[in-house]
RNA sequence: GGAAAGGUGCCGGAGUGGUUGAACGGGCUCGCCUGGAAAGCGAGUGUACUGCGAAAGUGGUACCGAGGGUUCGAAUCCCUCCUUUUCCGCCA
């Protein structure tokens, strides 16, 4: 969410942010609202100052034997007034509310302005020594490699759920399992993470904590049973963790890692990149999550993609990172990395980890202060990466490490997870 | 799922319709005292919105789990929901 007293006092700054945001604002809107909202509150505490006034002498009255039954009356249509103007309020801040919702956060000053991906900027990218990308090589994509070894199995998956809900089966579950937990102990041992071990569906008021809510609602599984949300995200409940609460400044910077499946609806995308893992609606992910203080939000973002980074390292997994543009930007980011691994059989980049700073827009909505001494609490800033996604990763894995026999080699570093160093086809 | 009892400020804990933003105690901050400290004494100690002000500040409104309602007036009465504890049932 953006301060209101920002959009008052710089309209024009936050209309350029936003339109670079392709989003078509409604703040000229918004600002009628804030200036209604703000008379309706005026008069109504004036109202309620008057009757506060008066309910205050009549016990003194009533002491004094005075006949108050006259001021009741009075007292009555008073009630009756600051109802009616309470109402009006009601509706109108509704709708201020709606639209406060509703609207993205701005790009950070840093991001490059542009339309689309298309204007997404390649800031390095790493390859593993002897690898040659360019070069089209005769490779087996991840679901033909997925079979011969019998470690993915896309169509039992389907018949189990529906497209898009992967069945992982002997090496391929444990590899899978590996993968993760190698993620997080990386993280936890070198980056200085700790780790939780959230729920995985979560309230309304966590999504919209986050600014899952409610401009994204059609993309979540949703319990209607109980008003729960599958989470799309790690994000969601370790960033909520400390909605509506102050840190102490001293506990700054904390960060977070955890695991979590991921639950998407991927409402509109159906047949785009449809094909195995490219896009699916369950997937696992470790994510990173960070409260900072402001001043050092930045400096956090690029210390959460260096870590993000330095799994791939390990991995041997090529890869390369993108400033995301404005137009490309999600709705709760001011500014965003994006990291792609690469694919030999797709012969393209696949996003394998975004990694966020969200400045105050989320801790706003949710509420998450921090607090120095005895001054004033103000809001952290939030910033989240997946470190990473092991879906789009287990395509880089397994394409780039396959062998001319067929079989799969694991990188060293995953080894002691795996207990294997090798799948082979005709085992199980 | 059933039954009962709770949810008050940083913490403990009063308060069952009328100067209660909230007694009392603890904590914390500042001051006095001291060579220094403890003890003691004095003062202060929430958040949000909104008006005025360049600011310090100051006026108002709201907030005693959340949301409604009754009333001239609600922390106090009524309804709904959430949550905690205990007991019963079920169960990995």
């Given amino acids: ?49 008057q009757k506060n006034k008066v309910s205050e002498e009549i016990p003194k009255l009533k002491k004094a034997g005075t006949d108050t039954q006259p001021l009741f009356e009075e007292m009555r249509q008073l009630g009756e007034k600051i109802k009616k103007n309470d109402d009006e309020l009601r509706v ?36 593993p020594e002897g690898l040659n990308i360019e070069t089209k090589k005769e490779v087996l994509d991840h679901i033909q490699l997925g079979k011969n070894n019998k470690i993915l199995d896309f169509d039992r998956g389907t018949k ?25 102990d990386f993280h936890i041992r070198n980056h200085g993470y700790t780790e939780v071990m959230t729920p995985f569906i979560v309230n309304k008021d966590s999504m919209r904590g986050t600014g899952q809510l409610p401009k994204m609602a059609d993309d979540m599984y949703f319990i209607e049973r109980d008003g729960l949300y599958l989470i799309p995200t790690a994000e969601v409940p370790i960033t909520n963790i400390y909605r509506n609460e102050t840190l102490e400044e001293e506990t700054l910077p904390v960060k977070f890692v955890g695991y979590s499946p991921c639950f998407r609806r991927e409402a509109g995308s159906y047949g785009r990149d449809s094909k195995g893992f490219l896009r699916v ?36 997994v090529p890869y390369r990172i993108l400033l995301l543009c404005t137009g490309d930007l999600s709705f709760s980011a001011a500014k965003c990395y994006d990291i792609e691994t690469w694919s030999p059989a797709e012969h393209k980049w696949l996003e394998a980890s975004s990694c966020s700073n969200f400045e105050s827009f989320q801790a706003r909505r949710a509420n998450i ?60």
């Fill in 1 to 49: 969410m953006l301060d209101i007293k920002l959009i008052r006092e710089n309209p024009g700054l936050v209309k350029t942010g936003l339109t670079n945001k392709n989003d078509n604002h409604r703040i000229d809107e918004l600002l009628e609202l804030d200036k209604k909202r703000r008379e309706l509150i005026t008069l109504g505490d004036e109202l309620k100052n």
């Fill in 160 to 184: 189990i759920t529906g497209s898009g809900f992967p069945l992982y089966t002997g090496r391929g579950a444990t590899l899978e399992r590996a993968l993760i937990s190698f993620m997080l």
């Fill in 281 to 316: 609606h369950q997937f696992n992910k470790v994510e990173m999550v960070k409260f900072v203080k402001p001043e050092n939000s930045y400096d956090e973002l690029e210390s959460l993609v260096a870590n993000a980074e330095a799994i791939l390292k390990a991995l041997n």
């Fill in 369 to 428: 202060k921090y607090k120095a001494g005895g001054k004033k609490g103000e809001f952290v800033h939030t910033l989240n990466g997946s470190g990473l996604a092991t879906s789009r990763l287990m395509v880089s894995l397994l394409e780039n490490n396959q062998q001319p026999d067929g079989s799969i080699v694991i990188p060293e570093a995953l080894r002691p997870y795996t207990g294997f160093d090798v799948i082979e086809p005709n085992r199980s």
């Fill in 92 to 127: 109108i801040e509704e709708e201020f509310e709606k639209i406060l919702l509703f609207t993205p956060n701005l790009p950070h000053e840093s991001v490059p302005v542009g339309k689309s991906a298309e204007d997404n900027l390649e800031v390095r990218r790493w390859i």
